[in-house]
């Protein structure tokens, strides 16, 4: 058993980063020191213990399990979309098309974006890997929810109709022109402004959305929870859980109004802009509040209303992702439910700014730990 | 400006044994035994303390007999100072505000403390 350990500990502290590996082969250097038995299991136990802490290898397990079921949904997705028979949907070669194009994007992005860590690799908070995993598998369960309204639909002319290779191809290319514009005429004319660049690739996102709003929308959504996640991203972890918690908060709340009034149809686009804006607002606060030391300086409001701003952001885009599960009309929201969002996560994170959190209590609750067993030693 | 954090009970425990005596290099199964920490909590303390240069460590010099070089841990200057703010600070707060979670091994007095 001991000499198994040792082998064990050993090779696995190979998996840590070359300045902690050092620790590992301090404790096995103790370990003969250790009286044999029992209590040099529990040390060499200690040391796989220490492996796995500072390898972060539990995290990086569970992150590509996550990675796996991000596969498997898309995969089902795609099965999902494959076994809808054309008879049953006019539109399912189109829903094809675009699954499979979605798919390739959540393939592409990362890999694109790796040199300059855009989209990747993923930030080191916990925050940050489950959101990742977690938006990217409800994006691809997106496209089943899409599929399975299309079958449901049938062939009764709602929808694009009938595949049309020119609008997707002719889609396709106008978006990679979007993406490509900025960077483009930037090297061209280095004078522009960036708020100009932005304009023209703006005008130019619409266009595009008009004619293909899914595959947009699909890519839009990868590309901005990769984004948010990387380790590059502006996004606090803080943030990602503020924003999902009162986005999915928000959803629930819209969906028992919709429930009360017996629609979930339109009619409730002013109570979901309504609700999105204000559940908003606690998110940026939230992850305002998290940023640290009170700040009074100009830039350190700029700050707080920046991540309110974001966290914002998540919220108004989880509850609309959450909304078009329900509803697919609710797709616009989709655009429109981060916009509302940014709106009140910045109004939530000028309120923090205004009223600084109290800067916490000294010391630490190891204090009276301490306190106690010291008492308990001398009395 | 981040605020310090607050040390653990744990860190705490091998903070105030190696101010004990803050010349001396000790190592992890001396600690552990002082402190009755296990060694998968201990060596992650250790390598905290050391990351926020409160602790230095090197290998043993030269070759003992019979068993590997060891590898031996001591408190900075930053560290003793440290140590002994956190436990005076330890010292102060009402034992009736906190809820201990587990049992370590109380703190030995710091060297050139008389009473």
């Known amino acids: ?196 660049l932005w ?33 590059r991203s502006p996004v606090t972890g803080t943030s990602l859980v503020a924003g999902t918690v009162t986005g999915l908060a928000t959803g629930l709340i819209i969906f028992g109004l919709a429930a009360i009034s017996g629609d979930i149809g339109l009619t409730v686009v002013y109570p979901v802009v309504a609700s999105i804006f204000a559940l908003a607002i606690p998110a940026g606060i939230a992850s305002a509040w998290r940023l640290g030391e009170t700040d009074n300086s100009k830039e350190g409001r700029e700050t707080r209303i920046r991540q309110g701003l974001l966290a914002g952001t998540v919220s108004g885009a989880v509850c609309s992702l959450l909304l078009t599960y329900a509803f697919i009309g609710f797709g616009l929201m989709m655009v429109f439910g981060p916009m509302i969002g940014v709106v009140g996560g910045a109004v939530g994170g000028a309120i923090a700014a205004d009223h600084p959190r109290n800067s916490p209590r000294q010391g630490s609750w190891a204090a009276g730990l301490f306190f106690i067993a010291r008492d308990g030693q001398t009395s | 400006m981040p605020r310090p954090r607050a040390f653990s009970a744990q860190t705490l425990a091998v903070m105030a044994a190696l101010a004990c005596q803050p010349s001396a290099w000790r190592h992890g199964y001396d600690l552990a035994t002082e402190t009755g920490l296990k060694s998968g909590t201990l060596y992650p303390i250790l390598i905290r303390l050391a990351d926020r240069q409160l602790v230095e460590a090197c290998w043993e010099e030269g070759q003992p007999a019979g068993r590997p070089r060891r590898h031996l841990y001591r408190l900075t200057g930053d560290g003793l100072a440290a140590a002994k703010s956190a436990l005076a600070i330890a010292a102060e707060v009402p034992a009736k505000a906190m809820r201990p979670t587990r049992r370590v091994a109380a703190p030995r007095r710091l060297a050139g403390e008389n009473s």
Not at chain 1, 210 to 225: E, K, N, R, S
Request: aromatic content about 8%; some cysteine.
């Open chain 1, 1 to 196: 058993m001991e000499r198994a350990l040792v082998v064990l500990l050993r090779t696995a502290a190979r998996m840590l980063p070359p300045a902690r590996r050092q620790w590992a082969e301090a404790l096995q250097a103790e370990a003969g020191q250790v009286p044999a038995g029992r209590t040099r299991v529990h040390w060499l136990a200690g040391g796989l213990w220490l492996v796995a802490r500072e390898g972060s290898v539990t995290r990086k397990v569970a992150y590509w399990l996550g990675i796996g079921a991000v596969a498997a949904a898309a995969a089902w997705t795609v099965w999902v979309s494959w076994r809808t028979v054309s008879a049953a949907d006019g539109e399912i070669t189109t829903d094809r098309v675009r699954i499979l194009v979605g798919l390739v994007a959540l393939i592409v992005l990362p890999w694109a974006g790796r040199k300059r860590g855009w989209f990747g690799p993923v930030g080191s908070g916990a925050a940050a890997r489950a959101f990742r995993v977690v938006g990217c598998a409800a994006v691809c369960g997106l496209g089943v929810a899409l599929i399975r309204i299309d079958s449901h639909a049938g062939n009764n002319g709602i929808g694009y109709g009938a595949f049309n290779w020119m609008r997707e191809v002719g889609g396709l290319t106008l978006f990679g022109a979007v993406l490509a514009m900025p960077p483009v005429l930037k090297a061209r004319w280095p004078q522009l402004e960036a708020s100009t």
């Open chain 1, 199 to 231: 304009s023209l690739a703006g005008l130019a996102g619409v266009v595009v959305w008009a004619i293909m709003p899914v595959q947009l929308l699909t890519i839009g959504y990868f590309a901005a929870i990769l984004a948010a996640t990387s380790r």
